[in-house]
Each structure stands twice: as structure tokens, then as C-alpha cells.
């Protein structure tokens, strides 16, 4: 038995394979030589055993064995894998001391040939080159949305369960999707909100990011009864570490593929690493605050902790949550103090609002005529409208575009722009030196 082989790549996603064979030294080399970097099971190179694994397992690549007198066998299973999933890539398994298996191989199409007698390095490098340039043409280049919270408890989860069964309804007679993506804290209240169960969570689909195709997101993701798709936190948070930021982030990307519509929840998470990357990748970032003065000192925090880690604030919107003007701070005030542009004013609702939590449902279902909702609705239309033309972040759509500046020179430019956007803040508040 050979050696474990190192990773294909530095990832924490673990890939499984098939490998239809019916030689059982073969199948344990292969599944020895790529142990260290995802489960390869053997199944039968027969069509009726072959392609429900394959259905069930959703792997990475199919390893077909052309050993021996199953030459013929293993080129009808590369036809039927073929027909059965054609975005899967398909490696040969043989020995070039038996050419005419090779030659087979060629013959039903399969460019890449593992010689189960040249090494595991050679094996490695075959499919670390076939994994590395796997291609899957994309049916949408759907956009993400991240709602950022002030501080704990400004309702971002509410209105970002509201806002995605919303962007879902809206989307549907016209075969859109969309996608909450609950990575706020307290973790899974959108569970709640939603009346619904999340089996599989966000560590758990960043881990099989490479098995996501059309029926593995239909099937493991769980499903709200208007159709949207949902994935949270897991219950054990210390599970987080296992997974790289920019593995999370590279998720978020690939369900573009198959959500027209990401919103993300990241209210109440404290991790602005995190935080950052995630910002970088959306397409439209909000900050969600409520009208009073811990919550816009605690954006002023955020915004400089944010620009701190060289993330561009003045891509961000505000939405100014639980307004009632009876408390004397008007919604364009803090835009003005915080140096946002407005996107949104979401009406104080305590009372409808928790009485459809308490009754399992949204506001969105439960009251459509609320004003709550019909502020909803304009924040959904406003997303709905950028996703058909592909526009721009809809905070900045009033923003005076200034020169031709390259690229470089606005990585350098943005970082000062928000320091000295900070700045002018301060002119409006005293700031405590600490917070309790």
C-alpha cells in the first residue's frame, strides 16, 4: 500500500469521487494515493450500479477503469456517465503496459489517463490539473447582497427573512431565485422567522463547495414554503474555524451560478475579517441602524474598523431601521452623520411585527398591506430592477462619478477618502474614549 499522497490544493473542501471498476487493487491504490484530499468509492462499472452512486454522491470527478478485459465495459460507462451527467469530467484508470486500454480510453473521448503503475505523484498531478480547470457554464451571474448591522439587535435578520421571501415571490413567476445566507448572531434566528429547519449549514456547504451543481443545491439546501433556498450557522459556532475566509467567500460566489439573489446576513457578527471579505465580494452592501444614538455611534465604529481593513465605506447604503419621528432624530440626519446615502426608511412596527413571530409567519405573508411591508417591497423592486440590468449598488446610484482614475490608484485613493469621511463624522458627535 503506498503512502497517503498530500492535497490536491490548499483547500478545506473534501471532494469525492467514483471510481467504476471492478479490479480491487486498483481501487484501493487510487482511493490510498487521493485519501488525503477526498473519499473515492468503487462501484461497479454496470450502468444500473454506476449511476445512482454517482446521483447520490454528486463527486467531483469519475475515475473509469480500462484494466484488463473490461475494456469494452468501461467504454460504455464513460458513454452513460456521459449522458447521465454531462458537466462531469471523466479520468481513465489503466496501465500503459496494456495500450489497448489506453487506446479505448481515447476512442470514447477521455483525454486524461492515470498508469496506476507510474506513482501517486503522477496520479496527483493528473487530477489536481483535471480539478483545477473543471469549467461549468453558468446559467446566471446572480448578485449578493450583505445587510450589516450597527450593533446586536438593530432587526437585520427580520428584514432580511422579509426582504428574501419577498425577492422569492417577486422572482418566481419569472423562474428567478433567490437565497438567504443567515451568517448573523445571534446564530439561525432566521430559522425562526422562517418556521423551518436548515440540515445542512454554511461550514457544511463551504466543505463540499466542489459538489455544488443544479441537484445538489436542490436537494441539500433547505427550502422555505415560498421557494427560497436557506443555509445558517451551524449550531456549534467553534466549527467556523475549520474553514477559510476566503472558502466562504468562494461559496458565496459559486451560488451566484444558481441564485439570482443572495442576501446576507451578517447582523450582529463580529469578525470584521470576515466582514471585509464578505463586503468585497457583494455587489451591494447596507448598514442597517436605528434611530438612536448608541446605534449610530456604533456605526461610526464600524465604518472605521471597516475602512481600517482598507474596505471601501462609501460603497455602502443605509437603511435606517425602526424610525418613529416622535424620538427626534430624522433618518437624512444620521445619512448625514454617517456620510451614507439613504437607501431605504424602514417604519417602526414592534407590535405587528412580533405578532406574526408569534403566529410562525412574516410580516410579508401575514400583513401585505402594512407599512413595514410596502417599505419592503420598494427595497425588493430597487434589488429586483438592478439584478435585470445588472446596474450598479444601488447606494451609490446619486454618486458624481469623478475622472478616469485607474484602478490602482482608487485602491490607494478609497482607503483615505473614508478616513477622512470618519473625520467629518466626529464633527457631530462626542465620542467616549472607551464603550461599556
Known sequence: ???????????????????????????????????????????????????????ALHPSLVFVDFS???????????????????????????????PEGAIAALRAGVRDFIDVRAGPEEAIRIARHVLENVTEPQA?????TVLLGARVGVGVSTLAANLAVLLQKQGAATGKHAAIVDLGLPAGDSMLYLNTRSEFDFVEAVRNLRRFDKTFVHTALTRHASGLALTTLPPDLSLLRTVSFSSAVALLNRLRAFFDRQIVDLGGFSNNDFIAQVARAADEIWLVCDPSIASVVSAIDLLRELADAQVDTSRFGLVVNRFDPRLGLAADQIASRLDLPLVATLPSRQVPLGRAANQGKLIVDAAERDPYVRAIAALAQRLSTRTNEGGTDPGREHEVRRGSDSDSDSAIVAPMQAAARLARIKRFLHLPQKRS
Open 1 to 55: 500500500m503506498n503512502a497517503r499522497a498530500e492535497p490536491l490544493t490548499e483547500r478545506d473542501v473534501v471532494d469525492h469521487f467514483v471510481f467504476a471498476s471492478s479490479h480491487e487493487s486498483n481501487a484501493r491504490w487510487l482511493a490510498d494515493t487521493l485519501a488525503a484530499t477526498g473519499r473515492l468509492e468503487q462501484v461497479s462499472l454496470e450502468q444500473a450500479a454506476l449511476l445512482p452512486r454517482i446521483a
Open 68 to 98: 484488463g478485459s473490461d475494456v469494452d465495459a468501461a467504454a460504455s460507462a464513460v458513454q452513460a456517465v456521459r449522458a447521465h451527467s454531462p458537466q462531469l469530467q471523466i479520468v481513465a484508470v489503466g496501465t500503459v503496459a496494456e
Open 140 to 144: 446566471r451571474h446572480g448578485r449578493i
